[in-house]
C-alpha cells in the first residue's frame, strides 16, 4: 500500500493533557451508550453505541447491493439481500463493545476516538449464518483466512483503504458468526451497516464488518491496516504485538440518583437504593460472579437470567445509603476465572481496558 503524507502528516502520539480537537471531532461523530440505558436488556436501536471510522455509505436501494465472494474459492458469486435472506435465518443477541472502550481513562492515551466508559450495546441481529454463504462458494483447502470489506473507505496514517478485516476459516465456517440485514427486527439503521453487516460474536467490535460488500479467499494472512496495524495490543512501539480478539470480562453500573449537568458527580437520598448493571465477556464465556464496592468494601450482587451464550447479564445489588460522600464500583469475573484489574492496564493503542467501573456519589 503506498503511503502518502497525507491528511496526517505529523504521527499522533500520546496525551494526558486537554482532549484535542480532533478527539472531540471524533466524539461528536461516534457515541458511547448512555449509562442509564443499562436498563434494557436489549439496547434500542438507536441508542447502541456507535464507531464509523470513515463515513456512512449512502445507500439509496438496498435491492440494488450486491455482495460479492471471491478469491481461493471453487465458484465466485454475487448474492442480493434477497439472495441472503433466502438461506436459513438465525437470529442472535449479542453484546458488542468497541475495543477502545475507554481509551480516554489509560494513560497517557493515545489520540484516537476518546471513549470513557461503555462503548458498549446489545441487540438481537438477524441474518444467515456465514458458513451457508462460504459453503456454496466452497473455500480451496489452502484457504488460511477469509476478508470482509466495507464500502467506507479513507485514509490513516497516511494510508488509503477500505474498511476490511479477516477471520480464519474454523471460525468463519462457525454457526455463529452471522451475516446480518436486521437489528432488533428492524433493517440496519444506516450507521450500523445497512443492509448488510457482519457480526463475529463474542469478539470486540472491529471484527464485526459494516457495509459488507466483499468477502475473499485468501492463501496468505489478510495484510490490511484494520487487521495487521490498527487493532493490536502494544506496550512498545518497536513490539509486534498481539492482535486485539475476543471481548475481556467487564461490568458497568447505572448511576444510581440525579446527575449533576456539568460534573459526573451523582446525588441520592439516604436509605435503601437498588444499584443496576450488566456485565458480558468474550468467547461465550459466561459471567459467575459480580461484586459491588462501596468505599473498596466488596460485595456479591445479585444475577440476572441467561439471555444466551454471547448477550451481557443484569445485576443487582441493594445498597444502604448513609449520608456523605462515597465512591461506587463493580467488578465481574467470568468461569474461566478472569477478572476486572482495579487500574487500567496501558496499552499504546488504549485497547482493552476493563477496569473496574467507579462512581463518585453524594448522599443527602
Ligand atoms: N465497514 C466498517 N465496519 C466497521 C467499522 C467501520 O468503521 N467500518 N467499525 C468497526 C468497529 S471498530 C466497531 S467497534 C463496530 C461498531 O459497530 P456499531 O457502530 O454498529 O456499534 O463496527 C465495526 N465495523
Ligand atoms: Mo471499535
Known amino acids: 500500500m503506498p503511503h502518502h503524507a497525507f491528511f496526517d502528516p505529523a504521527p499522533r502520539a500520546h496525551s494526558d493533557g486537554l482532549f484535542l480537537r480532533d478527539e472531540v471531532r471524533l466524539a461528536n461523530r461516534n457515541h458511547g451508550a448512555l449509562l442509564e440505558t443499562l436498563r434494557y436488556d ?8 456507535l464507531l464509523n471510522h470513515f463515513d456512512v455509505p449512502y445507500v439509496a436501494d438496498a435491492s440494488a447491493w450486491r455482495l460479492d465472494i471471491g ?19 438465525r437470529t442472535l443477541r449479542v453484546t458488542l463493545e468497541c475495543a477502545g472502550s475507554g481509551r480516554a481513562n489509560v ?8 471513549w470513557m466508559h461503555g462503548a458498549v450495546g446489545t441487540a438481537e ?21 477469509v476478508a470482509f470489506f466495507g464500502a467506507d473507505r479513507g485514509f490513516d496514517k ?12 474454523d471460525l468463519a465456517l462457525g454457526d455463529d458468526v452471522l451475516l446480518v440485514h436486521a437489528m432488533n427486527g428492524q433493517p440496519l439503521l444506516p450507521q450500523h451497516g445497512f443492509p448488510l453487516r457482519l457480526i463475529v460474536p463474542g469478539w470486540y467490535g472491529m471484527a464485526s464488518v459494516k457495509w459488507l460488500h466483499r468477502i475473499e479467499a485468501l492463501a496468505e494472512p489478510f495484510d490490511g491496516y484494520q487487521q495487521v496495524h490498527s487493532y493490536v495490543y502494544k506496550k512498545t512501539a518497536q513490539e509486534r504485538g498481539t492482535p486485539v480478539g475476543h471481548m475481556r470480562v467487564k461490568s ?8 449533576d449537568w456539568w460534573t459526573e458527580q451523582r446525588m441520592v437520598e439516604a436509605g435503601p437504593i437498588t444499584l443496576y448493571g450488566r456485565a458480558w ?8 460472579e459480580v461484586e459491588v464496592g ?30 456523605g460522600e462515597h465512591e461506587l464500583a463493580c467488578r465481574a469475573t467470568g468461569a474461566d476465572g478472569a477478572t476486572q484489574p482495579l487500574e487500567a492496564p496501558f496499552d499504546r493503542g488504549g485497547f482493552g481496558n476493563n477496569m473496574v467501573h467507579r462512581l463518585q456519589v453524594t448522599v443527602r
Open 42 to 49: 436489549v439496547t434500542p436501536a438507536g441508542l447502541h453505541y
Open 71 to 89: 478469491g481461493k474459492v471453487r465458484t465466485p458469486s454475487s448474492l442480493s439481500i434477497e439472495d441472503i435472506r433466502r438461506l436459513p435465518q
Open 107 to 114: 494513560s497517557p492515551r493515545w489520540l484516537s476516538m476518546p
Open 125 to 145: 441481529w438477524t441474518g444467515t449464518p456465514l458458513r451457508h454463504v462460504l459453503e456454496r462458494a466452497g473455500l480451496d483447502i489452502d484457504t488460511v483466512e
Open 158 to 169: 497516511g494510508v488509503e483503504h477500505a474498511y476490511g478485516r479477516s477471520l480464519e476459516p
Open 252 to 259: 458497568l453500573m447505572v448511576p444510581p440518583g440525579i446527575p
Open 281 to 288: 465477556s468474550g468467547a461465550g464465556v459466561p459471567i459467575t
Open 294 to 323: 462501596v468505599d473498596g468494601q466488596w460485595s456479591q450482587a445479585q444475577l440476572g437470567p441467561v439471555a444466551g451464550r454471547y448477550a451481557w447479564r443484569g445485576w443487582q445489588f441493594v445498597w444502604n445509603a448513609t449520608k
